[in-house]
Every structure is written in C-alpha cells, then in structure tokens.
C-alpha cells in the first residue's frame, strides 16, 4: 500500500533552472513533512519540513507548498546547481513514529 | 557531536546465514528506528525503539527479522536463515524529543545476499 505517491521519477533541470517534486498522500493522521536529500552510498538527510497548519514554507532556495484539502505538497528548488543532483524523497509521519517515504525522484541538474 | 553510526557498512552473507547489524545513534536520543531501502526505492520502516522498549514491530517483513537495543543506546538488527530477498540497505535513524520529529540516519549497511 503506497500511502505517498511521489512525481516525477526522474528529472533533468539546466544550471539556474527551477526543479519541482510533487506529492501526494492518502492517510489523513499524517501531520509531518519533510523532505529528505540522499546522495549515492549516504544516508538521507532532512531537507526542510512543514507542518500542515502552513500552506508554504522557504529555506533560502527550498520551498515546500502544501495543500491540505487536495492531500498534495511538492518541493521546489530555485536556481537549481549541479550540487544539487540527488534524489529526494517526499516523506509523511505522524507524531514522533514512523516516516513513510515516496519512491524518490532522481535529479540531475546539468552544467 | 557524532552523527548516527552503523556497522559493517557492507556485508556479504550465503543464503542461510545470520547476520547481525548494528546501529550507534547520537548520544542522547531515545528514538531509535530501523528501515529497509531496496535498491531504487524510498526507505520503508522496520522498527522502533523508544529507550529500550520496542514499540512499534510491525514493519518486520517475517520471524526471521528480529530487533534489540538492551541498554537504550546501540541497537542490533538480526536476520535469520537470510535469503536473497533480504538484500538491501539497511538504515538507522535516531530522534530526540527536543528536536521534534526530525529524524537523523546513519550511512546504512549494504547486505548481499548470495
């Protein structure tokens, strides 16, 4: 059962481009979402995360919209580099338990 | 401080065999969580430890999965009689109630099954 479903699967944005992830979830408890950044051979790493009192959420290039009623959030990386090419997760939990993953989009920005 | 440890990094077992894998998290954290990532795939949930008290199992694949932290600190994950649907990497993460739910993982173990 995919309770967050995760688009697109991969994705090629040029140097300076705007990279978008979107998500969606099923389990209305979900209360938690964060976005996680793993490089090969690395653990994830949390990104920015968002709480769904809020609809928008920005951390220097990271944004996160969330839509409650449509169940939807997606990440978009302003003025994407190179540093940037991973793969990301958009993540759901509730309360201090389990993170349920989407099935990760692979980014490649190109020089 | 240290971030989240976890040994070996690789292993390489025949099918039938056990393995132990283990998990140091940052000092001090009393969540402790186990996930499966199989190659291509987001991480999916194993386990979780609050202090020494597992809470929460239900992510266990089969009996042959079996998870312990005895002191609340370090943790081990055991695979019995492993099969080739075992491999994948295997990921720690630990929380603190003071930082809310952000969990913190480690660099994973690598498990191939042959």
């Known amino acids: 059962q995919q309770q967050v479903k995760q688009s697109p699967q991969s994705l090629i944005v040029q140097k300076g481009g705007i990279s978008i992830i979107n998500c969606a979830y099923e389990n209305t408890a979900f209360d938690y979402f964060p976005w996680y950044q793993q490089f090969p051979g690395k653990g994830p790493a949390l990104l920015i995360a968002i709480r769904p009192d809020v609809s928008e959420k920005k951390e220097g290039r990271f944004t996160i919209s969330f839509n409650k009623s449509a169940k939807q959030f997606s990440l978009h990386i302003m003025d994407s580099q190179p540093g940037d090419s991973a793969t990301y997760f958009c993540?759901?939990?509730?309360?201090?338990?389990?993170?349920?993953f989407g099935s990760g989009t692979r980014l490649q920005v190109q020089p | 401080g240290a971030g989240v440890s976890q040994s070996p990094r690789y292993k390489v077992a025949k099918r039938g065999q056990d393995v132990a894998l283990r998990c140091d998290p940052i000092?001090?954290?009393?969540?402790l969580f186990w996930y499966q990532q199989a190659l291509g795939q987001g991480p999916e949930f194993l386990t979780y430890f609050q202090n020494e008290a597992q809470l929460d199992k239900s992510g266990l694949p089969s009996d042959r999965f079996f998870a312990e932290r005895p002191e609340g600190s370090v943790s081990t994950l055991k695979i019995q009689r492993t099969q080739q649907e075992d491999s994948a990497v295997y990921l720690c993460?630990?929380?603190?109630?003071?930082?809310?739910?952000?969990?913190?993982f480690g660099p994973g173990t690598r498990l191939t099954v042959t």
């Open positions: 993540v759901a939990g509730t309360g201090r338990r389990a993170l349920t």
């Open positions: 000092s001090g954290h009393v969540s």
């Open positions: 993460a630990s929380s603190s109630p003071g930082q809310g739910y952000e969990q913190y």
